[in-house]
């Protein structure tokens, strides 16, 4: 599996902004997927992930309530609506996929996409 992310940016404090996350290369049934994060200096941390019939989302407490993760599958794309954007959102944020059951640490992930940078202004 191939992933593209898209849609990264710079946007103001409380502002909204989209990411997605396009699969291609392989089937995209049955993976579940996910959303990561990178801030400079801080190691990769868990976003969101959604399983392959959009069931069993799961959110960190530092987005729960703000990001909204959401996929479709006849374009085998995933997407990551955030609201009300922080500061401390500003990072590199990455898709990825996997096979099996709800995992929040990154190593349990499989494929990864490049990564696009959020930034958000105070």
């Known amino acids: 599996v191939q992933l593209q992310a898209s849609g990264g940016g710079l946007v103001e404090t409380g502002g909204s902004m989209r990411l997605s996350c396009e699969a291609s290369?392989?089937?995209?049934?049955?993976?579940?997927m996910g959303w990561f994060r990178q801030a400079p200096g801080k190691e990769r941390e868990f976003v969101a992930t959604?399983?392959?019939?959009?069931?069993?989302?799961v959110y960190s407490d530092s987005v729960k309530g703000r990001f909204t993760i959401s996929r479709d599958n006849a374009k085998n794309t995933m997407y990551l609506q955030m609201n009300s954007l922080q500061p401390e959102d500003t990072a590199v944020y990455y898709c990825?996929?996997?096979?099996?059951?709800?995992?929040?640490?990154?190593?349990?992930?499989?494929?990864w996409g490049q990564g696009t940078q959020v930034t958000v202004s105070s």
């Open positions: 959604i399983g392959w019939n959009s069931g069993s989302t």
């Open positions: 990825t996929a996997k096979l099996g059951p709800v995992k929040m640490n990154w190593r349990e992930y499989t494929y």
């Open positions: 290369g392989r089937t995209f049934s049955g993976y579940r």
